[in-house]
C-alpha cells in the first residue's frame, strides 16, 4: 500500500510559497508609504486650495456686501470702476445713465446726482455744471462735491432774502462733468444733450492741464453703433477685492515710497516722449484754450443759457512752499510737461478766461484767488477738493451765478465779476 504525500510543514513562511524575497517586500512596502504620502499631500493641498477659495469668496462677498451698505451699490453690479460710468454714444462722450459705482451715482438723464425730469419743473432755475474730475467729484464725502453744495448754497441765499421778488423760486444743479472732459467734448455735450434739459445757467470749470497733453484737446468721436457704451453680463464677476486690496495697500505706501514710484513712472514715460518737454507754457496750447474758451461760450448761449466761467485752481497758487510730493503726482498724467510748467499754465489761463468774459460779457469767478487764501486741507491732490475746497467753490460760483441774466432778471438785482 502506498502511504499519502506528507503534507507541507506548517512553518513554512509566506515569502517561500509566494516565492517574494525581502528585498521585493520592503520594496512594495517603500512604494506603498509612498503612495500614502503623495495620497496625504494631495489631499493637504486640496484642504489648502479649499481654504483659499472660501477665505477669496467671502472677501469678494464681504467687498459686494460693504458697497451694498455703504452706497446701495447693487450685489452684482457690472460697473467695476469710476471709468464704466461714462459712455460714448451718438451724442458723443457724456455719463451713463441709471449707474452707479460706489458713492458715484449718475441719475436718469446721465448727470451726479438726483433723479430729474427733461424739462425744470416749474418755479425752478435748472443749473448745470460743466467740467472734468474736479466738478465731477473725486475725493469729497458723498454728497459734498461742489455742484451739490452749490445747489444748497443757492437755495439757503434764496430763503434768507436773495431774491425777494420770487422768495418761492428753487434752484436745481445737474452736474454734467466725468473726469477727462476736455472743452471741445464739453461744448460738444452741450451741443448734442444739454440742450435737451434747458438749462438757464451753464457753469463751466475748465481743466487748462489738459492742453499739455502729447495732443490738443479734441471733441470726443461719437458712437451711433447699436452696442455702443453696452457692458456685457460678464463684467459683474469682475472681483471687486483685487481692487479693493490693491486700493488699500497703495493707501499704506509712505508718501516718499509713493512718490519715488510716481516719479520713476512719470521718467519712464518721458523717455518715450517724441520731441522736447514743455519747459516753459507752450504759446499754441495757451492760444488753443482761448480758442476753445470762447467757443464754449458761444455754444452755451447758443442753446439759451448764460455762461459763468469759474477760474481753475490748485494746491500751489498762493503756498509760500510748494508740496513737492503733490506736484510729483500731477506730473506723472502729463509727462511732457514740467511740474513748474503746470503751474504757470494754469496761472495764465486765469488771464485768459477774463480776457474772454470782458469780451463776451459773461460772469466770471475766481477760483484760482479764492482757493489760494484757503487751508491746504481744501485739497485733498494737487487739483481735487477736499469737502471744504468744494464748500468754498461752491459760495464763490453761487455769488456768479446770482449774478448772471436769468436770475438777475428775476431776483431784479446784477452784479459785475465775483471773487477778482
Same mark, same amino acid.
Given at each position: ?53 472660501? !477665505?477669496?469668496?467671502? !472677501? ?15 450685489? *452684482?453690479? /457690472? ?47 435748472? +443749473?448745470?455744471? =460743466?467740467?472734468?474730475?474736479?466738478? !465731477? ?9 461742489? /455742484? ?18 420770487? *422768495? ?21 455735450? =452741450? ?40 457692458? #456685457? ?37 518721458? *523717455? ?9 507754457? /507752450? ?34 497758487? &498762493? ?8 506736484? +510729483? ?9 514740467? #511740474? ?48 471744504? &475746497? ?25 452784479? *459785475?465779476?465775483?471773487?477778482?
Amino acid at each position: 500500500m502506498t502511504s499519502a504525500p506528507a503534507s507541507e510543514p506548517a512553518d513554512v513562511s509566506v515569502s517561500a510559497r509566494t516565492h517574494t524575497s525581502p528585498a521585493q517586500y520592503e520594496q512594495a512596502s517603500s512604494h506603498g508609504k509612498s503612495q500614502d504620502h503623495r495620497r496625504n499631500l494631495l489631499l493637504r493641498l486640496s484642504g489648502a486650495f479649499a481654504l483659499i477659495v472660501v !477665505f477669496a469668496l467671502t !472677501f469678494e462677498l464681504t467687498c459686494r456686501v460693504e458697497d451694498w451698505v455703504m452706497y446701495r451699490m447693487p450685489l *452684482a453690479s /457690472p460697473y467695476r470702476s469710476v471709468e464704466d460710468l461714462i459712455i460714448r454714444d451718438a451724442d458723443g462722450m457724456h455719463g451713463r445713465p441709471n449707474a452707479q459705482f460706489q458713492k458715484w451715482i449718475m441719475n436718469n438723464v446721465g448727470t451726479r446726482g438726483p433723479r430729474a425730469s427733461l424739462l425744470p419743473v416749474s418755479g425752478t432755475v435748472r +443749473i448745470i455744471t =460743466v467740467g472734468a474730475s474736479e466738478t !465731477f467729484g473725486l475725493r469729497e464725502s458723498p454728497g459734498h462735491e461742489y /455742484p451739490r453744495q452749490l445747489e444748497d448754497s443757492l437755495n439757503a441765499r434764496l430763503r434768507n432774502g436773495a431774491c425777494p421778488a420770487r *422768495a418761492d423760486l428753487r434752484v436745481e444743479v445737474l452736474n454734467a462733468a466725468f473726469a477727462g472732459m476736455t472743452l471741445p467734448t464739453i461744448q460738444q455735450d =452741450v451741443r448734442n444733450r444739454l440742450v435737451r434739459l434747458h438749462p438757464a445757467v451753464v457753469v463751466a470749470y475748465p481743466s487748462p492741464a489738459s492742453y499739455l497733453e502729447a495732443e490738443r484737446p479734441v471733441a470726443a468721436r461719437p458712437d451711433s453703433s447699436p452696442n455702443a457704451g453696452v457692458i #456685457g453680463s460678464r463684467a459683474m464677476l469682475h472681483p471687486r477685492a483685487i481692487d479693493r486690496l490693491r486700493d488699500q495697500l497703495k493707501e499704506m505706501l509712505p508718501t516718499a515710497i509713493k512718490s519715488w514710484l510716481r516719479q520713476r513712472e512719470t521718467d519712464a514715460a518721458r *523717455a518715450g516722449v517724441a520731441g522736447p518737454l514743455f519747459s516753459t507754457p /507752450p504759446a499754441d496750447r495757451l492760444s488753443a484754450f482761448e480758442v476753445d474758451v470762447r467757443q464754449l461760450i458761444s455754444g452755451i448761449r447758443a442753446i439759451g443759457s448764460a455762461p459763468v466761467l469759474v477760474t481753475h485752481a490748485n494746491a500751489f497758487v &498762493g503756498r509760500r512752499t510748494i508740496d513737492g510730493d503733490k506736484l +510729483i503726482a500731477w506730473e506723472k498724467f502729463f509727462p511732457r510737461t514740467t #511740474g513748474a510748467t503746470l503751474v504757470a499754465f494754469d496761472s495764465l489761463s486765469r488771464s485768459v478766461e477774463f480776457s474772454v468774459a470782458a469780451e463776451s460779457g459773461a460772469v466770471v469767478v475766481d477760483a484760482t484767488r479764492r482757493l489760494a487764501s484757503a487751508p491746504d486741507s481744501a485739497f485733498a491732490d494737487y487739483e481735487h477738493f477736499a469737502d471744504l &475746497g468744494a464748500a468754498l467753490m461752491a459760495s464763490a460760483i453761487a455769488d456768479g451765478v446770482l449774478a448772471t441774466e436769468p436770475l438777475a432778471r428775476i431776483c431784479s438785482r446784477a452784479q *459785475a465779476h465775483f471773487g477778482n
